[in-house]
């Protein structure tokens, strides 16, 4: 079972910058999937970012929405999961989670809120 823990959100005026950060209760280094989701009020969760890793190396990706803005970023040494988020806009406003996954497992954080207002 590996727990995660979110930090880093808050609120922010347009523009502007936050840095979420994750930190998981295990080894983060077999999980093929290590990734970042959000949900705003009224809407699906959608992928922000995500690395994924194989045997042939690691792939990143990124919503259309958030490219050029966020990086993602994955440090198997400190098992965390980072997504620094720059040039924010107010339809960045949303809960952001999370997420790492095995073949078998999927887990989840708690979630931070990030709002982005004027």
């Known amino acids: 079972q590996v727990q995660l823990v979110e930090s880093g959100g808050g609120s922010v005026q347009p523009g502007g910058s936050l840095r979420l950060s994750c930190a998981a209760s295990?080894?983060?280094?077999?999980?093929?999937?290590t990734a970042w989701f959000r949900q705003a009020p009224g809407k699906q969760r959608e992928l922000v970012a995500g690395?994924?890793?194989?045997?042939?190396?690691?792939?990143?990706n990124y919503a259309d929405s958030v490219k050029g803005r966020f990086t993602i970023s994955r440090d198997n040494a400190k098992n965390t999961v980072d997504l620094q988020m720059n040039s924010l806009k107010s339809e960045d406003t949303a809960v952001y989670y999370c997420?790492?996954?095995?073949?078998?497992?999927?887990?989840w954080g708690q979630g931070t809120q990030v709002t982005v207002s004027s």
């Open positions: 997420n790492v996954r095995t073949l078998l497992k999927n887990y």
């Open positions: 295990g080894s983060i280094s077999s999980m093929y999937l």
């Open positions: 690395i994924t890793s194989g045997g042939s190396g690691s792939s990143t």
